[in-house]
């Protein structure tokens, strides 16, 4: 038996592009379910992240054109990766993969082909990967650079040049779904996931109609939450910095014992210098410290499943 795809698509504000992205997706399940690749009743998930347009109105006309089009619509405007949630959770119990995409189909949807073939050939998650990014402005592009090179600095670990173009099995999005986290990642959470990955390669072209709903602020909203939800190495570096500065205290001291002895100070101009550096390598210090433990506090409360099963031979 084939397996049976659903295609899960965040939608805010995307009239412009949803009827184009539609066809375009139904003619595609069309072709993979002639080849044989995917089960006829394969479908897609528009999950509707409370846009203000005609989005609800049009995935609601698309449904009763073609049931194959299915949606959800959030109450509010959650964004991207709750949008993305909802709809990878509505689908789970009803398919055997899905396949989240952007809505404005910049990320090749051909490449679902090479992603099914992997996903029957026993990889739970398949990520795709840009390779290269001659369609982005020199702003976008530089910025979206910085932003994972930031990140592996700060010791969050990603999929370089993966956005949120990827298929999940079954068994990927049960694991999924026991991440009870608020602030919501995806890109970190799937290497914590484990079981078998793989990457399929594509170009990413211009979006073709509307504008893109990431400005600059989003952007870096997404960016701080990748970063402070998955690693406490910031609070760590608080720490070290006090602890440099203790080093540099004592080159400060031997300064402040030289001028003290050799020029005509104003009095308590040493003592004062020499509490400011010290007191300030000891503040910053006990700050680390406390950091550690609430980096541990961070690490509990988000109460992620200590081990992923990936097989169970009872
Ligand atoms: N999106 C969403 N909620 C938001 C912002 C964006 O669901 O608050 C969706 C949007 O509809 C699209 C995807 O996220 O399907 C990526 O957005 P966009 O294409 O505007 O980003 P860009 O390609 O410019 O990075
Ligand atoms: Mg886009």
Known sequence: MPPRIAIVLPCYNEQEVLPSTARTLLALLDRFAADGIIAPDSYIMCSNDGSRDGTRS??????????????????????????????????????????????????????????????????????????????????????????????SAMGLQTVYNHADYRLMSRRALDILSQYGESNLYLRGIMPDIGLRTAV?????????????????????ALSIDGITSFTAKPMRMIFLVGLSLLLIDVIVALWVLYVHLTH????????????????????????????????KIFVEVKRRPRYNIEEEIF
């Open 58 to 151: 049009i995935i609601a006309a698309l449904h009763s054109a073609d049931p194959r089009v299915k949606g959800i619509t959030l109450a509010h405007n959650r964004g991207q990766q709750a949008a993305l949630l909802a709809g990878l959770m509505s689908v789970r119990e009803r398919c055997d993969a899905a396949i989240t995409i952007d809505a404005d189909l910049q990320d090749n949807p051909e490449m679902m082909r090479r992603m099914i073939e992997l996903f029957s050939r026993g990889t739970d998650i398949v990520y795709g990967v840009r390779s290269s990014r001659d369609s982005d402005s020199w702003f976008k592009r530089v910025s979206a650079q910085t932003f994972y090179r930031f990140q």
């Open 200 to 220: 399929v390669e594509y170009a990413r072209t211009e979006r073709t109609a509307g504008e893109s709903k990431y400005p600059l602020g989003k952007m870096l």
């Open 264 to 295: 005509h100070t104003v009095t308590g101009w040493s003592s004062l210098m020499l509490s400011v550096w010290f007191l300030g390598s000891l503040i910053l210090m006990s700050i680390g410290i406390v950091g550690e433990y609430i980096g």
